[in-house]
């Protein structure tokens, strides 16, 4: 199976693309417009200089040549386009040719990765939702004229995992150069992929369009649907039609939008309104200067901590999705292992409330305690949750919760009442019955109500024995 | 009366501008009827801008340039509230909601818009008769043409209804009416004045200009609404030229090439009257030599393909969904034809046509890109000329004013009407025409004066003394 994908991805600026309309999510429908993203008569774009940083700000991140660029009209009729034509780029993009490291290891092109902008959205209502049978249509401009970026992969990947693999990768690089929020499910990151299937070595076979694959759940079901249904059609000595197929999150299947019979003339030329982008070097080495390192390089450096130890892919794709770079690196400052450091950071501090109000010292500070034995597991998810819920001194919520190990002559003593409230199982114990050992850790747990150490009561009793 | 008497007076205070004002609405009340040349004349509003124009001398302050000067726009100059239909069907009732930048600067400089003017639908056409509201007429003679596209806005100056107006030039809209109706009109470098707010007809073409009765109002109205807007991106850099200042300046010393393409195929008037222009340069000391640019040649044919490319895709719009007229159908696509066909007329759907199939895949090597090289190779051919001279001169259009209705059937004739000023828009240069002369039947002629980029100071210098010029023997 080959695969290539199209995201499309809304930059984060403040206006849109060629006006000063707000660029934000979620607004009154229609109230984000003027007469230029309205496209009203003897209007006029003028390109957004931000927008056009972030694009190059993502050309830097995908190892792109960045460049002289030309706008260019992509001519078609749809009423969620105000003028009938989108400003996008066509022969001359802002960036082409690079490439994007996936966490797997492997490495897939970029042809392209140009400006345009978006459409606004329109609701169907009546008939099967789309336009042509429905009873009314509504429009909201307030997305005509959101700047995005096109980034265009070569057909280098080869299985649906791979796919999410690209496109959680490239969320990533999107979310690191501050162009996008890569939010799936509002739209502002969008994915169709190009799915064809051949024997092994056999030129490419007929491919189909796959749009509205809003997550990366659905774009990895999509594709390998889509894989699937192809190779049945061939096997069932049918033809692969090339066409636009939709798919459908409940169902869980892709059916046929439109069939490509022949090429779309967008008719393209040279937007006359706009004059030719060409880069300014000084702001090129500016965006270049304030780019942080991309993800696939905090992983290596993640890696690196761990000092040739196996460390699961999805554990540092979890730490470096949520940003948790310096937790571990703080951690690893006092000593502790870089495996525990990251899968404690990928599992306690990565979830939807993310690290909250814990302090990378915080987190270093409770996991040296653990590292020294002076709390368990347990005792550890408990002074993390209370530090993400609401930060604070990690040894005064130690002694608050009565986590603060005992002396060893208050072990001692709660073991000696243990084995003198139980003289059967001492004896059995006593006589080589070797799992009775968890039997008077759980008594002295008891007495102590969770404060004794479960190893040092092992420890004990083993001495006595 | 001209414009720039009026400010002089109205900023001293010898005259109100509310009088100025009501006498330019009384001479469209009492011709408009007749000559169809404004298809929206303001009402109390211009009364009111008047009064604060007035209110602005009490108070000590100079209103500006134009103070009090009623102004005519073309119907594809957008202000706000006022509607604007670019004399097509498919605009009726529209009324912009903001207002372009070359009125803006006209209202700053204390101008009173009184109301839009006439023209060929979508400013396609050279006699102001492909107009949804009707065709106007050429006050010097109601049964001949204005000249087009801007052909209200000419009548409207050479009616005296008002003394100067804003149109627009993307083959020879402002030029070819100038010249049919006795007036001076300039075509400014591409770039010099926004296009912001001009509804767009070519892009890569369309220009806002002054047409008036002399080269100062002219020359007046441009510095008024030239210079730099951040609302359009192809405008060029820097302020408004000072271009009144340059009207005395002379011609002492330029080099003026009378080019033999710009003048071949005119009418023997014509002809003549671009001789006398000539003589009249050289007597005020200039040197004249005759040139030849056979590249000019191809400037209709590359016109009649990047034109109507630019405007398939500018009118797309107009598709019933936003704004203007919607005619209902069965789904979206019936409801876009049904809208298309009734809102535009015969000469704006050829374009359409023309356009689309010059950018379709195929043809567009053949008809688009073929073109675009013409331009380039045109733009240096110009750039040749000018290495050997300040201006060329030539004809601004082969015939006097013609009659209702003589091309309106018959396209190419019509086209051949801009065949002297395509090449200026095609090269993004400047030019003016000049009235000078009188054809057959005694209407105005026009030459034409052209110069490189942003030439506009030398070439309303060269206009004025041809203007002056305009008494003597053979002229």
Redesign the interface.
């Known amino acids: 199976m080959v695969i290539g994908l199209e995201v499309h991805t809304e930059l984060l600026t403040a206006s849109k693309m060629f006006c000063g309309c707000a660029n934000a999510f979620g607004a009154e429908p229609n109230t984000q417009v003027c007469p230029v993203c309205l496209g009203l008569p003897g209007s006029l774009p003028v390109l957004n200089a931000r927008a056009v940083e972030l694009a190059v700000a993502i050309g830097i991140a995908l190892h792109c040549r960045v460049g002289s660029s030309t706008f260019h009209r992509k001519n078609y009729f749809y009423p969620d386009m105000p003028k009938d034509f989108q400003i996008s780029q066509y022969d001359r993009p802002i960036n082409e040719g690079g490439h994007l490291d996936l966490s797997d290891g492997s490495r897939v092109g970029i042809v392209r990765a140009h400006l345009e902008e978006d459409t606004g959205k329109s609701t169907h209502l009546g008939g099967t939702g789309r336009v042509h049978d429905a009873d009314r249509s509504l429009v909201d401009y307030n997305r005509a004229g959101v700047p995005l970026v096109e980034i265009v992969s070569e057909p280098d990947i080869r299985s649906p995992e791979q796919a999410r693999l690209y496109a959680a990768e490239l969320r990533a690089v999107l979310i690191a150069t501050g162009a996008s929020d890569g939010r799936m499910e509002e739209g502002s990151m969008r994915v169709d992929a190009n799915v064809s299937v051949r024997r092994i070595g056999a030129p490419l076979g007929t491919r189909c369009e796959i749009k509205n694959l809003n997550s990366l759940r659905s774009l990895q079901r999509a594709v390998a649907y889509e894989a699937e249904r192809q190779v049945d059609v061939i096997l069932a000595g049918g033809k692969v039609r090339q066409e636009t197929r939709h798919w459908d999150e409940g169902s869980g299947e892709t059916s046929t939008m439109r069939v490509k019979e022949e090429a779309e003339d967008y008719r393209y030329f040279r937007e006359p309104d706009l004059t030719d982008l060409v880069p300014d070097l000084a702001m090129i080495e500016r965006v270049r200067d304030g780019l942080g390192p991309m993800p696939a390089d905090r992983r290596a450096a993640l890696a690196g901590l761990a000092r040739g130890a196996d460390v699961p892919g999805d554990v540092l794709d979890a730490v470096v999705g949520a940003g948790l770079d310096a937790f571990v690196a703080a951690a690893v400052a006092r000593d502790v292992e870089a495996g525990l450091a990251l899968s404690r950071a990928a599992n306690e501090l990565a979830g939807p409330d993310g690290p909250g109000q814990v302090l990378p010292d915080a987190f270093a500070e409770v996991l040296a305690r653990e590292a020294a034995r002076t709390l368990s597991a347990t005792q550890v998810k408990a002074v993390l949750a209370e530090l993400v819920r609401g930060g604070g001194d990690v040894a005064e919520i130690v002694e608050r919760r009565g986590f603060a190990p005992m002396s060893a002559g208050d072990l001692s003593g709660t073991v000696s009442q243990a084995v003198a409230e139980h003289p059967d199982e001492w004896a059995r114990y006593r006589e080589g019955e070797d799992k009775l050992a968890q039997f008077f850790v759980g008594v002295v747990m008891k007495a102590t109500r969770g404060r004794a150490n479960g190893q040092q009561v092992l420890a004990e009793l083993e001495s006595r024995r | 009366m001209k414009a720039l008497e009026i400010a002089a007076q109205v900023r001293s205070g010898e005259r109100s501008a509310v009088s100025v004002a009501e006498e330019a609405l009384s001479a469209i009340q009492a011709r408009n009827a007749d000559l169809n040349v404004f298809v929206h004349v303001a009402g109390e509003e211009v009364l009111e801008r008047a009064a604060a124009v007035d209110a602005q001398v009490a108070a000590g302050r100079d209103p500006g340039i134009l103070a009090g000067v009623p102004v005519g726009l073309k119907d ?3 202000q706000t509230g006022v509607p ?1 239909t ?1 004399g097509s069907r498919i ?1 009726a009732g ?1 009324r ?3 207002t ?1 930048t070359a009125v803006e600067r006209l209202l700053a400089a204390g101008a009173v818009p009184v109301g839009k003017t006439n023209m060929d639908e979508f400013a396609m056409g050279s006699s102001t008769e492909t107009s949804a509201y009707g065709p106007t007429r050429n006050p010097l003679d109601p049964t001949r043409v204005p000249g087009g596209s801007s052909g209200g806005s000419a009548a409207a100056v050479a009616a005296d209804m008002v003394p100067i107006a804003l149109g627009s030039d993307t083959g020879g809209s402002i030029r070819q009416p100038a010249a049919l109706c006795g007036l001076v009109g300039i075509k400014p470098t591409y770039g010099l004045v926004s ?6 007809f ?3 073409l369309d220009q806002i200009g002054p047409l008036a009765h002399t080269v100062a109002d002219a020359a007046a109205s441009l510095e008024a609404i030239a210079g730099h807007d ?5 405008s060029l850099p820097g302020p408004a030229p000072a271009l009144v200042a340059r009207l005395d300046q002379g011609v002492a010393g330029r080099r003026v090439g009378i080019v033999r393409e710009l003048v071949d195929g005119a009418d023997p008037e014509v002809v003549a009257a671009v001789e006398g222009a000539a003589e009249v340069l050289r007597a005020a000391g200039a040197t004249l030599s005759e040139v030849s640019i056979p590249e000019l040649r191809l400037g209709l044919s590359a016109y009649y393909l990047i034109a109507p ?2 405007a ?2 500018n009118l ?2 107009y ?1 019933g ?3 203007g007229l919607r005619v209902a159908g069965a ?3 019936e409801m ?1 034809v049904a809208t298309r066909t009734a809102g535009f007329g015969a000469e704006v759907k050829r374009r359409i046509m023309l356009g ?1 199939y010059a ?3 195929g043809y ?1 090597d053949a008809y ?1 890109g073929q073109a675009l090289k013409v331009r380039t190779v045109m733009i240096e051919a110009f750039a040749r000329a000018y290495a050997n001279a300040d201006l060329l001169l030539g004809a601004t259009a082969p015939t006097e004013a013609f009659a209702l209705g003589a091309k309106v059937s018959d396209p190419m004739a019509m086209y051949l009407s801009d065949v002297f000023t395509i090449p200026t828009n095609l090269s993004g240069h400047a030019a003016i025409s000049v009235p000078f002369g009188h054809g057959t039947s005694g209407l105005p002629l026009g030459v034409q004066l052209l110069g490189p980029a942003l030439s506009e100071g030398r070439l309303i210098a060269a206009a004025a003394v041809v203007e002056a010029g305009r008494g003597v023997p053979g002229a």
């Open positions: 594809n100059l957008c604007t670019c605009l529209w912009p909601p903001y372009a296009r912001y707010g001009l509804v767009a070519a892009s890569s951040p609302r359009d991106s192809t490319a630019e398939s895709s797309a719009r598709d969904v936003r704004f789904d979206i696509t876009y689309t950018l379709s895949a567009y688009y």
